[in-house]
């Protein structure tokens, strides 16, 4: 059982760039999240789906942009980098009814130069 | 809207001792979820134990305990038996109830722990 797979594990951007951080599940879950984790601040949420085709916004939104078009996939897009996106990010996914038990990705750790 | 503050942002403990991490949160509902994460070294969030407010009695989770003062919005964790893999960062988070609300979590900003061998 595979539970949550983000990938890329490590990625350096350029100020500018564009790129997508991949998240699947195969747990059959309703939602899905990302946080980011920046040193002493916790993890703060970013966008969160409660299922195929329903996007939300988190605490930080601002440079991202997320669509749910199936269960299982979650993709979140940084459409021009900016070093204050330098952090660690998480990928999320829960069954509702079982609140808040969050089943999280192994993280990206992205560098924005 | 809620928060979740965790004053100790190191503690260190002796293997085999007990420790205790302090959590409280602000919040005006009476139905919610209370939880700690653990962190270790290797990135991953693994869920430690989780607290459904309306239950008056404290979770367990083997070595693991919380000390649940819903009047005080008090969510400690205590740690019993401490071993080498408990060192990790421990978040304290927080979740409005209701089953078919929201996933979202609030966050603490974590206490790093260290066991000394």
């Known amino acids: 059982n595979a539970g949550v797979t983000q990938t890329p594990k490590f990625q350096v951007l350029k100020t500018g760039q564009s790129m997508t951080l991949q998240c699947a599940q195969d747990m059959n879950h309703e939602y899905m999240s990302w946080y980011r984790q920046d040193p002493g601040m916790g993890l703060r949420l970013i966008h969160y789906?409660?299922?195929?085709?329903?996007?939300d916004q988190g605490e930080v939104p601002n440079g991202y942009n997320v669509s749910r078009s199936t269960t299982e996939d979650f993709p979140l897009r940084l459409l021009s980098a900016a070093p204050s996106q330098t952090s660690v990010y998480f990928c999320?996914?829960?069954?509702?009814?079982?609140?808040?038990?969050?089943?999280f990705g192994s993280g990206t750790q992205l560098s924005v130069l | 809207a809620q928060t979740v503050t965790q004053s100790q942002p190191e503690m260190s403990v002796q293997e085999a001792e007990t420790v205790t991490l302090s959590c409280t949160y602000d919040?005006?509902?009476?139905?919610?979820?209370l939880f700690w994460y653990k962190q270790p070294p290797s990135r991953q969030m693994i869920l430690v134990i989780r607290?459904?407010?309306?239950?008056?009695q404290n979770a367990t989770e083997n070595r693991f305990s919380v000390n649940f003062q819903k009047a005080a919005k008090s969510f400690s964790l205590k740690i019993s038996d401490s071993q080498l893999g408990d060192a990790a960062m421990y978040f304290c988070a927080y979740r409005s109830g209701g089953q078919g609300g929201s996933e979202k979590l609030v966050f603490g900003k974590g206490t790093k722990l260290t066991v000394n061998p």
């Open positions: 607290q459904e407010a309306y239950k008056q």
């Open positions: 919040t005006s509902e009476s139905d919610y979820y």
């Open positions: 999320a996914s829960s069954y509702s009814p079982e609140g808040g038990k969050l089943f």
């Open positions: 789906s409660v299922g195929a085709g329903i996007t």
